[in-house]
């Protein structure tokens, strides 16, 4: 939060008082400003009129008009007005704009930081592909949204563990290693049949390819038919982990734990959390299977946690591994999912409830589907055997920056139609190359003025309109990252740099940045030096370059 807002949320706290002073401190304790999304509704905003509302019993318009007659215009407050239904917007002067300049330039790339998250413990758990192929374009877009929102998280106070969960065991694993077998016996010339329910693809040749060069039979003396299922199990979930990690790694993602579904089952975690369930009589038999009682917290039915054999369903090992996530102290703990996992919001929040958690610490996110299009038209690109497109064919295809800037073009919920022609498209109708650029081309100007320590003598030169309204843009930085966080939506952030990156091509394109009037050269230097500074800092946070030169 910069000085302004601090001064701002003050001056209402104070007014608040003085209008109504039979208020109680805590109504305006947790107040905050926001952005209006119109520049003619000022440059901060207040609800705390509709806040009061129902305590005073007032309309809201009456409730602002009495909180203004307190604030009085000052070095920050150029004008303050109310607007229907009963928002108090604030108009900042261009002193205090130019003073928060001041700031961007000393603070640099940590401008926007923030104590929002006060040190608190947030987990994030992404991607989590179960180990039977390379990851596709899904993943990617779910790899792209967590790790920006780690760091956003981050760069706002919270201690953040970015984590990957590991399927590897059950029907899908066993499958796997199944058809890891059959295409391992075919290229060694045996007799082999393929499972009916095998993965199919062409990266199955290749491991069992793999397998093959490695000698293995010749170092265990044994025939290929005498290899273990648990052994192919284990050589093809290795392979496809390996793989996966070095397509996360060229993503420029990195976790910091690695949890096993299988390490989980030994320990005998499953087995205690349906215990704590079945002692709080949340767990029925029906059917020769045991039921949760997940009705009993909003799921639309309940859900079979053992079946008829004795085997545990999909959702059982979920339970017990959120209650370690809760016992772990996370006090934020967010899933990125995709939307074939919809259905288990519902029954994943109400295990936790019934086994004691505060459901309100679980933030499920679902990342919608991608659909890829060349020249306008869907597109399948992949070179592999399969029904699917992978996230190292992106990386490939259109580079690191732009896959990770296109995957989260649209919000969380929204569908996302990936260009790949304009992903590698190197003119300003890229948007990631027309954010670099603004980037590269500060970069060539500061170099070409020879200014590169910014002298901070002649700020106020910065009168023309485009200038103020070019740094106020850079004033609501922290209040979009804040939002970001909040939110749990790294595409506000995203949307903010494409407008910062236009707001600075058209000030460009207006005005000469180098001129012969050095104090006015070197006031917009220090300008498009806190320009730079702001895009750097937000690329950052996406996982994208900020290049000096392009």
């Given at each position: ?20 002073s ?12 926001e ?12 609800n ?11 309309a ?31 108009y ?45 374009v ?47 016996m ?12 095998g ?20 170092r ?19 392979e ?13 993602v ?12 030994k ?6 959390a ?34 008829n ?34 259905g288990y ?18 933030f ?6 991608v ?14 055997e ?8 992106i ?13 989260i ?42 200014n590169?320590?910014?002298?901070l ?14 740094i ?19 595409y ?7 407008d ?34 702001i895009?750097?800092?937000?690329l ?11």
């Amino acid at each position: 939060m910069i000085k302004i807002e601090i001064d701002l949320i003050i001056a209402i706290k104070e007014a608040v008082k003085k209008a109504f002073s039979e208020i109680s401190i805590n109504a305006v304790e947790d107040l905050s400003l926001e952005v209006p999304k119109e520049k003619r509704f000022g440059d901060f905003s207040s609800n705390i009129a509709m806040r009061l509302s129902r305590e005073l019993r007032k309309a809201p318009l009456d409730i602002a008009a009495g909180i203004i007659k307190h604030i009085e215009k000052s070095d920050i407050i150029q004008d303050v007005k109310v607007e229907k239904p009963g928002f108090i917007n604030f108009y900042i002067s261009n002193k205090a704009v130019i003073g928060v300049l001041e700031d961007i330039i000393e603070e640099g790339v940590e401008f926007g930081s923030s104590s929002l998250g006060k040190s608190k413990k947030a987990q994030i758990e992404f991607v989590s592909a179960n180990p039977t192929g390379p990851l596709t374009v899904a993943h990617g877009r779910q790899a792209a949204i967590g790790d920006s929102l780690a760091r956003i998280l981050k760069f706002c106070g919270y201690n953040v563990i970015k984590e990957y969960y590991i399927n590897d065991e059950g029907v899908q694993i066993q499958a796997l290693g199944k058809s890891l077998k059959a295409r391992f016996m075919e290229i060694v010339g045996e007799k082999s049949e393929f499972p009916e329910n095998g993965y199919k693809g062409g990266y199955i040749y290749e491991i069992a390819q793999k397998l093959k060069d490695s000698g293995v039979t010749e170092r265990t003396q044994t025939s290929s038919a005498s290899l273990s299922d648990d052994f192919f199990m284990d050589y093809a979930t290795k392979e496809i982990m390996s793989t996966i990690t070095k397509d996360l790694e060229d993503f420029g993602v990195h976790f910091d734990v690695w949890y096993s579904q299988k390490s989980l089952t030994k320990s005998g975690k499953i087995e205690k959390a349906l215990e704590i369930l079945k002692d709080k009589e949340f767990l029925y038999q029906k059917d020769g299977a045991t039921w949760f009682r997940s009705t009993d917290f909003g799921d639309d039915k309940d859900r079979v946690v053992i079946k008829n054999d004795g085997s545990y369903t999909y959702v059982t090992p979920d339970i017990a591994y959120h209650k370690e996530k809760f016992e772990k102290g996370y006090e934020k703990i967010i899933n990125i999912w995709g939307p074939d996992h919809h259905g288990y919001i519902s029954r994943i929040k109400a295990a936790c409830q019934a086994l004691g958690y505060d459901k309100e610490r679980l933030f499920i996110l679902i990342a919608q589907l991608v659909t890829l299009y060349r020249e306008g038209k869907p597109t399948k690109m992949s070179t592999r055997e399969g029904e699917f497109v992978t996230l190292a064919e992106i990386i490939d295809e259109v580079g690191r920056d732009a896959a990770r800037f296109f995957f989260i073009m649209r919000r969380t919920e929204s569908h996302l139609d990936f260009d790949l022609a304009l992903a590698k498209a190197k003119t300003l109708d890229n948007p990631v190359y027309y954010i670099q650029y603004a980037h590269a081309r500060i970069s060539s100007i500061i170099e070409f003025s020879e200014n590169t320590k910014p002298n901070l003598d002649n700020l106020a030169l910065l009168d023309k309109q485009q200038e103020v309204d070019l740094i106020k843009t850079l004033v609501h930085y922290p209040k979009i990252i804040e939002a970001a966080a909040v939110n749990l939506e790294p595409y506000m952030l995203l949307a903010y740099l494409q407008d910062l990156a236009g707001f600075f091509h058209s000030y460009y394109n207006a005005y000469r940045i180098v001129t012969d009037d050095k104090p006015l050269t070197e006031a917009r230097i220090v300008l498009i030096h806190a320009v730079k500074n702001i895009l750097a800092s937000g690329l950052n946070l996406l996982g994208v370059s900020a290049p000096e030169k392009m």
